[in-house]
């Protein structure tokens, strides 16, 4: 299918739509039967992601997503029917601009009167773990957005993310062993066998938020959380699937707390967004699989990647040279 230029189709407005998350929802919609129209935002309309959804029928729309910024978003929410919003700590590890960001967004939706506010979200560590890890700031600051649209009264879905199997090439990229065998690791503190549900997430997020819109499960705006998900994966199945895939040997190697924090010192990372990553890896593995909900997969409008398909896409050679 591609994006209706019909004004009588609904608009959806895509925060990020460069960006994974926002991409994703983007081609996930324009692959839907039902015509969208859609408005992306983005801070660089000139670079070539941008020109490119141009090309394809996105009214490419350059916006700050800025508190700054109150009038232009308002501006760009305009005649929305639908707005999806995302922020990302890991851009400048701040968790009060995070979720200082978020709320503006969602007060501008409310103020636009959309049908529906679709949050990128995730829970509330510091409520799941009862108080015990109370340092995941990205997790935290969404629920806290997540929480402000159910206060401000706005029609919303929660589409909360799972892990990316796109980590695997990003922060979690296996490292030569720095012997002669040929050997790359993967380094974590999780214990080899802790499971966690994971997302090709530029390819499939967007099924979730597509659900979110179509499926009158979701869409009357009670606030519904969806989780995007695939499959749950191992960090030994993990390293097995990209040795088997890629053709070289990967391992998983534990590693203790104090050597990861050491590690992630060593790369310039800043104590707090240590303690976030720390904190989260002991919510993956001890909290994570008792309060995660598993959305039916089947009611999907196609079956999202496994890990071993997500794998089978990437160019080996170059993130293992």
Not at 256 to 285: C, L
Request: glycine share 8%.
């Amino acid at each position: 299918m591609t994006i209706s230029q019909d004004f009588a189709a609904p608009l959806i407005v895509v925060v990020g739509a460069t960006g994974t998350q926002g991409g994703s929802v983007v081609d996930n919609l324009a692959a839907s039967d039902k015509p969208y129209r859609i408005r992306g935002l983005t801070r660089d309309s000139t670079k070539k992601q941008a020109t490119s959804l141009a090309e394809r029928g996105v009214e490419v729309v350059q916006c700050n997503l800025t508190v700054d910024n109150i009038e232009g978003i308002r501006k760009a929410f305009e005649g929305a029917t639908y707005v999806f919003i995302v922020t990302n700590f890991w851009e400048h590890l701040d968790g009060a601009r995070e979720r200082a960001e978020g709320k503006a967004m969602v007060d501008c939706a409310k103020a636009v009167g959309v049908k529906l506010l679709l949050i990128s979200g995730l829970v509330s560590v510091t409520e799941a773990s009862h108080g015990e890890l109370t340092r995941v700031f990205h997790f935290d600051a969404k629920h806290d957005i997540v929480q402000h649209a159910r206060s401000v009264g706005v029609p919303y879905v929660d589409v909360q993310a799972s892990a990316y199997m796109s980590n695997i090439v990003t922060f979690m990229r296996p490292a030569p062993l720095g012997d002669d065998s040929g050997t790359y690791v993967v380094r974590g503190t999780w214990t080899p066998g802790a499971k966690l549900p994971y997302v090709d997430t530029r390819h499939d997020y967007g099924l979730f938020v597509r659900l979110a819109v179509e499926s009158d499960e979701f869409n009357g705006g009670d606030g519904e959380a969806l989780s995007a998900w695939s499959e749950w994966v191992s960090f030994e199945d993990l390293c097995r699937t990209v040795s088997e895939v890629s053709g070289k040997t990967v391992a998983y190697q534990r590693v203790t707390e104090e050597q990861a924090r050491a590690g992630m010192a060593q790369g310039g990372m800043p104590p707090h967004a240590v303690d976030d990553y720390i904190d989260m890896s002991k919510f993956h593995e001890f909290v994570w699989p008792r309060v995660f909900v598993e959305t039916d997969l089947s009611k999907l409008a196609r079956r999202p990647r496994t890990f071993e398909e997500y794998a089978k896409t990437i160019d080996w050679s170059s993130v293992l040279p």
